[in-house]
């Protein structure tokens, strides 16, 4: 059933997401809207670290050391899934608590 509370819960998701300024920066945020600045600063940090990764891993490679670049390669790829993973549970809380009775 579809209550009041839910409707304008989903009002202001559409709001939210319709005034993105940087919808790139969502990959890199562990929430799973960017509505303050705070999120948008722990957006670019998570983003400068994948970089700093990625750029490690390229000299790790150029210098021949393959375990370090792998192990390098292997944080790459896990801190976006990571940050998913928090995106998902974040939205499940959120959706769980829109589903609890109006009497509690």
């Known amino acids: 059933m579809i209550t009041r509370s839910k409707?304008?819960?989903?009002l202001r998701d559409y709001q939210i997401r319709s005034q993105h300024k940087c919808p790139a920066l969502?990959?890199?945020?562990?929430?799973?809207?960017?509505?303050?600045?705070t999120d948008v600063a722990v957006a670019i940090f998570w983003a400068v670290i994948f970089i700093v990764l990625l750029i490690t891993s390229y000299a790790t490679l150029y210098l021949k050391?393959?375990?370090v670049s792998f192990f390098v390669v292997c944080l790459g790829i896990l801190v976006p899934i990571r940050l998913k993973f928090s995106r998902q549970s974040l939205a499940r809380k959120?959706?769980?608590?829109?589903?609890?009775?109006?009497?509690m």
């Open 7 to 10: 409707l304008v819960e989903q």
């Open 26 to 37: 969502t990959v890199f945020s562990p929430k799973p809207l960017l509505s303050t600045w």
């Open 65 to 67: 050391h393959y375990w």
């Open 94 to 103: 959120r959706d769980r608590r829109l589903l609890l009775p109006l009497s």
